[in-house]
């Protein structure tokens, strides 16, 4: 049982135990307004630029994720303008819960410009074909069943 000491931590939680997890809180709410901005984005952009046939509004959202990932982390980087807990709460928050696609393209993106272009291109290459094949073997084993 945790019990509160007054001194803005809860007695049986060490300081850092309570830095983890107000990290944690500030990924969920990040990831809960992400989730929430996907939500109400990708509909209203597919509505105005796409019709049934081209995913669009999601088009749209992984491009927007991408752009604002880089410039986040492009900040972070060269600038020192975002705290790690700011970067947590809107990287891996709310950019994680607008789309994932940002983090894979910020991945790819930092192999290729470590120098390693061949794992950038078999990031890239491994994540489309294996993430279509996985959607594809769940398909059939949905089928199946």
Known sequence: ???YSGSGHARGISKRGWMRLE??????????LGSVARYLVSPGVQSLLGGP??????LVVNLAGCFLIGLI???????????????AFLVVGVL??????????YETFALAKDGSLPLAMLNAAAQLLLG???VWAADQVAQGL
Do not use: D, K, W
């Open 1 to 3: 049982m945790l019990c």
């Open 23 to 32: 990290l944690v809180l500030l990924v969920a709410l990040g990831g809960m």
């Open 53 to 58: 046939a081209f995913p669009m509004g999601t």
């Open 73 to 87: 982390n492009g900040f972070a980087q060269s600038r020192g303008l975002i705290t790690p807990p700011a970067r």
């Open 96 to 105: 994680g819960g607008f789309t994932t696609f940002s983090a894979f393209g």
């Open 132 to 134: 279509v094949g996985a």
